[in-house]
């Protein structure tokens, strides 16, 4: 039974039983910080088994794309070596919220597995374990479904711990948890291995082929377990898993799905197709955890998901490469697996351009790194070393890009042990330089406990204040005097605190005879605002009135770019696809910058539509309101929220008429038309899948087109065109000049005929070889290695180097006739040259060019050509 008729017959069978089917969620949880990627079927419905969300029905079903490679969750070291293990996987479940509980769980999985109808598993190849304790559990299988008593292990505390258990699932240290009942499948005594519980369990004859957890008890702080209300289900089926049984095989690679991946993999790396090559299984579970990462937003990257993304990536390269493929390779299974996979998960199929493109330009770049990268590695581990020093592992992490991971995954291979004592110990040291590095924020560097800033800068420009802190070189004080620069904490204030991209305001704090001017706002923690600046005159003191004034011409331009920079994240979508996601952005007074995920360069046509687009909401005149909302409510309403913030239980949703709904915190126009006009001013790449744009709104949008406008005017007539008929003069002198070019290059050409005629008399015989060296007078590269080709026509055996100087440069070419390049190598001659010159250079053997900034060192450098010759 192939592995897509499996999985329509799961979600066929749990919909005959009234569950709801629910599409895999992506494998980015939304609104879960606690894990990094979607790891079991559960993750969707957290929330309903929590109690903090509410379905319109009581069972689902569904099949759940995951993904185990970072943090708790990670099988990435065994994926390949093992017949199971993978980083991606599709796992098949249903769900009962506060409905059926253990008795139908487990007579429904029976049926599902034994019935002829459905999966017709021969019984007496299944086995059942449960949690010690649980006799319900244990009656159910016995004297319900039928089970034979020695077909039914129960498994204790087994992890060391009350209730740590193979058979004790929790959510967590405290809340929702149960026991859990896992049904195997017995692959028979050919296969090594012995039944759950037993010492030989770790064996592959018994494989765990479902997961019936029953929710039944909240756990406390002090470890007591309370009844729930609502018993719940949440159970979990390898697809992979349970395709290995009904496909009659071994291994999950062996299944039609994967064996067609392994099988291109074989093809684009040039090897013989096997099952027993893991490098092979590598690259095939590796493809479809990249592009299933990518498919759902995520782009190769140096911090979180996407540096898990790089690192799959990476390794599987590294495995091509183990192969002897040293050119591109993963990115072409990208078409293979949208074959394989494309039915059930279209977005392969719709993204597949988008999918190779990501994956093929970080290819590109790792594989140009890799061959130097794996050449230190070797030479670090010559002589039979059995550890590799912490120095080494991390000189190939922060200059060749090898994950500390990977490096590992190298050793493990040829029994040698990584220094991460002295890896970790390089990394804090290279993280430290690097903080010190960064931009100073006094704000950031003070100590404050007391209460928060009210900010009131929504509606007013303006607030009256006390001072709560004061601080001077980062420590609290009571009193700054005129002249000093510090940090001002307040009760309140209508001065936004840098965030969300958008700058942090500038103004003034005045009381009588003081004046304090703001150069910067920073938050100091969440909800407490530091005002940087210097004092001007007067002084302040803890407990002082003030009032704090922004400088409303600022924060008015900034609320235009902010704005203008949710349409833009709209367009960019509506343009582009809804694959762009947003990661990062700046906004302040002069213009918006914002960086956001895409693979190829935004083309002129697409920047003039996303352009168009922003400047027609802006033309339609929409209110802006801002609405607080529960952060689930938000997000369910369509709100999106932002790369790299963090949000509270209540967040602010910013929308603009039905174009833009975000979440967020920042200041903006009462409507679209506030912003005025929006000009994008460039675009381009910023990091491997990251575009940026960059654009300005109001009068400064104005501005631009004012300054462009002039430029376009003054070109005009530099050139001596018509008004109107700029582009067209433009092509007659580029035609004019390509004439000219080639009526150039016809001269340089005949000069260096005749300069080769008269050069030709000056070389001198050194040991059987002809020896010219000379300088030419106002010739370029060309010239020179056109002179450099005929001179070796004429001369036959010879060694010739020819420079000029031209703006103070100088410019070297070397040439060898074939039958000398054995002793006399162009590459070497021309730096022996060019290190008297202040210069360096290379090439090929026959052929090689260099320069240098000394002209005074020429003369004397080419005149040691013949000797340097004779040495040789």
């Not at 010492?199 to 702080?221: A, H, L």
């Not at 039958?819 to 022996?832: C, Q, W």
């Amino acid at each position: 039974m192939r592995t897509t008729e499996i999985r329509q017959k799961f979600l066929a069978f749990f919909e005959s039983k009234g569950h709801q089917v629910v599409a895999s969620s992506p494998l980015v949880p939304g609104n879960d910080p606690t894990i990094m990627f979607t790891v079991a079927g559960m993750v969707q419905f957290k929330d309903v088994f929590l109690g903090f969300d509410k379905r319109a029905y009581s069972r689902a079903a569904t099949s759940q794309k995951c993904l185990r490679a970072g943090g708790k969750h990670n099988d990435l070291e065994n994926v390949g070596y093992t017949a199971r293990h993978h980083t991606f996987f599709e796992m098949l479940g249903n769900f009962s919220f506060g409905d059926y509980f253990k008795r139908d769980a487990i007579v429904y999985a029976w049926e599902f597995l034994t019935s002829p109808e459905w999966m017709g598993i021969p019984k007496e190849k299944l086995m059942a374990t449960v949690y010690a304790s649980d006799d319900e559990a244990y009656d159910i299988w016995h004297t319900v479904v039928g089970l034979p008593a020695d077909k039914i292990v129960r498994i204790g505390d087994n992890k060391g711990a009350p209730y740590a258990s193979d058979n004790f699932w929790a959510m967590g240290d405290t809340g929702p948890c149960g026991p859990c009942s896992e049904i195997f499948y017995d692959h028979g005594p050919s296969v090594a291995g012995g039944p759950p519980g037993s010492p030989d369990e770790d064996g592959d004859r018994f494989m765990e082929i479902w997961n019936n957890v029953f929710m039944q008890f909240n756990r406390d702080e002090s470890g007591t377990l309370h009844p729930l209300p609502k018993p719940s289900v949440d159970t979990g089926m390898g697809l992979e898993r349970i395709s290995t049984v009904l496909q009659g095989v071994k291994s999950n690679y062996e299944t039609d799905i994967l064996a067609e991946l392994v099988k291109a993999a074989a093809r684009e790396t040039g090897v013989p197709y096997t099952q027993d090559q893991p490098s092979l299984k590598v690259i095939a579970d590796h493809i479809r955890a990249c592009a299933f990462l990518v498919a759902d937003g995520v782009m190769p990257s140096n911090e979180g998901r996407g540096y898990v993304l790089r690192r799959i990536i990476r390794r599987a390269i590294r495995h091509g490469y183990k192969l002897g493929q040293k050119g591109l390779f993963f990115s072409k299974l990208v078409a293979d697996l949208a074959r394989v996979m494309g039915d059930a998960y279209p977005q392969l199929v719709e993204g597949q351009a988008r999918i190779t493109a990501a994956l093929k330009a970080e290819e590109e770049q790792f594989s140009r790194t890799l061959e130097t990268g794996m050449s230190l590695l070797d030479k670090a581990l010559e002589g039979g070393k059995t550890v590799l020093d912490g120095k080494t592992a991390f000189l190939l992490h922060s200059t060749y890009g090898f994950p500390i991971d990977l490096t590992a995954d190298v050793c493990r291979e040829r029994n040698v042990q990584v220094d991460m004592a002295g890896y970790e110990k390089e990394l804090a040291e290279e993280q430290e330089r690097g903080r010190a590095a960064g931009k100073f924020n006094a704000a950031a560097n003070v100590e404050y406990s007391g209460a928060d800033t009210a900010f009131e800068g929504y509606d007013k420009a303006s607030s009256n204040a006390k001072v709560l802190a004061l601080y001077k070189d980062g420590a609290a004080v009571t009193a700054l005097n005129a002249g000093d620069e510090g940090v001002v904490v307040l009760d309140n204030t209508a001065f936004y605190a840098e965030g969300g991209g958008q700058v942090g305001d500038t103004g003034t704090l005045t009381a009588a005879g003081t004046l304090f001017n703001v150069t910067d706002t920073q938050k100091v923690k969440a909800a407490v605002f530091g005002h940087q600046g210097t004092l001007a005159s007067g002084s302040l003191k803890i407990g002082d009135a003030v009032t704090a004034t922004i400088d409303t011409s600022k924060r008015i331009a900034t609320a235009r770019n902010h704005s203008a920079t949710h349409l833009l994240h709209a367009a960019l979508r509506a343009v582009l696809g809804t694959h762009v996601q947003q990661k990062g952005s700046l906004v302040n007074s002069e213009r918006t910058r914002f960086d956001f995920a895409h693979t190829q360069a935004v083309t002129a046509e697409e920047l003039a539509k996303i352009e168009a687009l922003v400047n027609r909401e802006i033309a339609l005149n929409h209110p802006v309101s801002a609405t607080i909302m529960k952060q689930d409510d938000a997000l369910k309403a369509g709100a999106m929220a932002l790369f790299g913030e963090k949000y509270g239980d209540e967040v602010r949703v910013l929308k603009m008429g039905e174009f833009s709904t975000e979440l967020c915190g920042g200041t903006h126009v009462q409507r679209t038309g506030d912003i005025g006009f929006f000009k994008i001013v460039s675009e381009g790449g910023v990091a491997a899948g990251i575009r940026r744009v960059e654009a300005v709104t109001g009068e400064g949008a104005v501005a631009f087109v004012q300054d462009m406008e002039r430029e376009i005017k003054s070109a005009t007539a530099f050139i001596g065109a018509q008004p109107g008929d700029l582009l067209g003069k433009l092509e007659k002198l580029h035609l004019e000049q390509k004439a000219l070019e080639k009526e150039l290059a016809k001269l340089k050409g005949k000069l260096a005929a005749s300069a080769g005629d008269s050069l030709f008399e000056q070389a001198v015989d050194v040991n059987g070889v002809k020896v010219l060296a000379a300088q030419v007078d106002g010739a370029d590269n060309n010239a020179l290695r056109e002179m450099v080709d005929k001179l070796k026509d004429k001369l036959g055996s010879a060694a010739i180097v020819l420079a000029s100087v031209v703006d103070g440069k100088v410019a070297l070419v070397a040439g060898v006739t074939a039958d000398k390049t054995g002793s006399i190598k162009a590459g070497e001659l021309v730096n022996f040259v060019a290190q008297q010159v202040g210069g360096k250079g290379g090439g090929r053997p026959d052929m090689a060019m260099a320069g240098g900034t000394n002209p005074a060192g020429l003369a004397s450098a080419l005149a040691g050509v013949a000797d340097w010759v004779r040495s040789k």
